[in-house]
């Protein structure tokens, strides 16, 4: 059953070019959203003007390999590894459903393109499958336990806004495509039904984009690397450096800190590690 390629059974009744044609059209979607809600949010001009203030108040000039060694850095830790997530529940559900969703992309691209009519290799219909397992597994271990105004604000798990478009619909695209898949390997008839709302799922996730925080995944890299550089250069947008907090003089200048934090105080004190960690 999950070696089976869906998108091959589909063809029998649906044209394979109007299938591609649909993938096309969603990819188009993407980019076209992406573009306009930079647009509209002014996204990259804010982090123009942003890179432009830190350049006026930078300490230190960042050399080329240096630059390359923080985006090598943002890259393995912020993007591959979801390093900024503190809580590790949150972050396991991230990195599940980021591969997941990504591997689920992949291998739809490939089923529906290099193999429209035909049976797949079973290894590339199986990683169809578990790329949507993988979703499910981590969006619903989300949904239900982790998101912050459930877990840390005891609003109910059926609590929807605006921001959770992305999410319910991404949930709704795998779950309805993986239900359909096996209904139509199996015969039944109801699979017509959940193939719609796997059409209709993947219609709201990709052509959302401007009302969901699906462009969020583009931009998120891009302030990752913005973060590291304003450390790196000294800028540190214009906030004064905290310094270290057993200096006898910064003591001297801030009588409080050995007064409230002791004459060895650690850096900032405990802050939100004095209680279960369910912030964000």
């Known amino acids: 059953m999950f070696t089976s390629n869906p998108f091959a059974e589909l063809s029998a009744s649906i044209s394979p070019e109007l299938i591609q044609g649909y993938v096309i059209l969603m ?66 559900s991230h990195l599940f459903t980021m591969y997941g969703f990504i591997l689920f992309v992949i291998t739809t691209v490939a089923l529906v393109f290099a193999y429209p009519n035909r049976e797949a290799p079973g290894i590339v219909a199986q990683l169809w499958h578990l790329g949507a397992l993988s979703v499910c597994f981590g969006g ?19 609590r929807i806004v605006k921001a959770d478009l992305f999410i319910l619909s991404l949930l709704g695209t795998t779950t309805f495509g993986l239900i359909w898949s096996v209904l139509q390997a199996s015969g039944n008839g109801a699979s017509t039904l959940f193939l719609i709302l796997f059409i209709g799922a993947s219609l709201v996730l990709f052509g959302g984009v401007l009302w969901s925080k699906f462009a969020h995944m583009f931009f998120k890299p891009a302030a990752a690397f913005q973060k590291r550089m304003i450390k790196a250069d000294g800028s540190r947008e214009n906030l004064p450096e905290i310094g270290d907090l057993t200096d006898p003089e910064l003591q001297k200048k801030f009588p409080d800190i050995p007064q409230y934090m002791g004459a060895n105080p650690p850096n900032m004190g405990l802050g939100i590690k004095r209680e279960s960690p369910k912030h964000y």
């Open 27 to 92: 990819f188009i979607l993407v980019v076209g959203g992406t573009i306009i809600d930079v647009i509209h949010k002014k996204s990259a001009k804010y982090f123009f003007e942003n890179a432009k203030k830190a350049e006026a108040s930078r300490e230190r000039e960042v050399g080329g390999g240096e630059k390359i060694g923080i985006a090598v850095k943002t890259i393995a830790e912020d993007v591959l590894t979801s390093g900024e997530f503190c809580n590790p529940r949150r972050r396991v």
């Open 140 to 158: 619903y271990w989300f949904w239900f336990f982790i998101r912050v105004d459930v877990a840390a604000e005891g609003n109910p798990w059926y």
